[in-house]
């Protein structure tokens, strides 16, 4: 997080007149700080899911064949986001009617209980096909809560920052996620050192997932006394002075910006392969195709993960100085020309691996560091969240939680090790191609209508 003498050399902007412009850094300070530390406790209670997969897949699932039980893993992973979409549709719909408040607050309860409810699930040992059968119903639960977090937590803060700093101060919700993976594969790596297999399949694993109780409480703590943008309350207050309100104003700016959506969708479609390959996936693919041990595979996660924070940041601020398309634009070239080299490199351990995963991240951060800025800026204010939501999570649905699954799947059916590096250049041109649908909104007011 930034400090408050940082956020506020970054938020006294100077106006053409000359004059600059008031803003309350407090006010400021305390909604970035709100909305990302929400952010970064829903993604690691998301995420443990994901590092802890191969323990995952010898509790909850028969014994025998290990490949199935590790896909069968990641196809829990992957319905999960079945609901997304329609949480998508939910929490925007409410969002944009109640308030970003009272959404964050949900999406973060609603996570919390989910997370620790999968903590005190019995195996498969102890209750047979009760277990998975549970453990998808907790994942779905989940999946519903994560729709509305990201797509909330962006609009939150983009409505309150200043035009010619959202890039910066919204960069710190996908910095925040990724604090939260950060934090989740310390903790896996840490079951790892310090547990025997044994005792971290029969209870350590546990321990991340009820964790997420007390570290609920925390987020919503902060987040009760958040309040919501001055845009909003203005569009609210006009809405109420509207003697004939339209009966769906969802479905009807949806309608109006459908080919907006449409070229969100395509333009999420790299944030959600690359994300979920590269810093969920990651170390089952280091562990169980690369040979590395599953301790080593976490901690050169971290290294991807550690890079990827430190660069959203700047990657936010250049995108407020030189404009978002350009900035994507380049991540999307340094994906389809660097991805095959780059697994080659993994594939060579050691120092290479290291240095792999750290350009992995760059890149990545290259398209997140202003993808939740370029999105909030795409739609207007009454149905920003709806919109959002629904684009982003119809291609995370879609392409990032399928994303372990297809990799897993495609490595055995095609006997190719780098097969994922294929499905993440395909997303990067998928992606170019989408960005031409749209407009720079870079330094622009954010749209009213």
Known sequence: MMSEEQIKSEVVLEEPGGDKEDIDVAGLKKTVFGAAIGNLIEWFDYATYGYLATVIAAVFFAPGDKTAALLSTFAVFAVSFVVRPLGGIVWGYYGDKLGRKKILVLTVIIMSLATFSIGLIPGYASIGIGAPFLL???????GFSASGEYAG????IA????????????????????????????????????????????????????????????ALFIRLKLEDPEIFK????????????????????????????????????????????????????????????????I??????????????????????????KPVLITACVLFVLL??????????????????????????AGNDGVLATF???????????????????SSNALFGGTAPFVATFLIVTTNNTFAPAFYLMGAAIAAFIALFWTKETANQPLRQE
């Open 136 to 142: 998808l119903v907790c994942r779905l639960i989940q």
């Open 153 to 156: 937590a962006a609009a939150f």
């Open 159 to 218: 409505e309150h920052a200043p035009d010619k700093k959202r890039g910066l101060l919204v960069s710190m919700v996908p910095a925040s996620t990724a604090a939260g993976l950060v934090l989740g594969a310390i903790v896996a790596s840490l079951l790892e050192f310090n547990l025997s297999p044994g005792s971290l399949q029969s209870w350590g694993w546990r321990i991340p997932f009820l964790m997420s109780g007390p570290l609920g409480i925390i």
């Open 375 to 393: 999105l909030t800026e795409m739609f207007p204010t009454n149905v920003r969240y709806s919109c959002f939501a629904l684009s982003f999570n």
């Open 299 to 324: 901690l050169t996660t971290i290294l991807s993960l550690g890079s990827y924070v430190l660069f959203l940041p700047i990657v936010g601020s250049i995108a407020d100085k030189y404009g978002r």
């Open 339 to 364: 991805t095959y080299p780059i697994f080659v490199m993994l594939s060579w351990g050691g120092a290479f691996a290291i240095l792999a995963q750290i350009l992995l991240g760059a890149i990545l």
């Open 234 to 297: 203005e569009m609210e207050a006009q809405e109420k002075d509207v003697k004939e309100k339209k009966k769906s104003p969802m479905l009807q700016g949806i309608k109006s910006n459908w080919r907006q959506v449409m070229a969100a969708f395509g333009v999420v479609s790299l944030n959600a392969v690359g994300f979920y390959i590269i810093l969920t996936y990651m170390p089952t693919y280091l562990s169980e195709e690369l040979g590395f041990n599953g301790a080593a595979s």
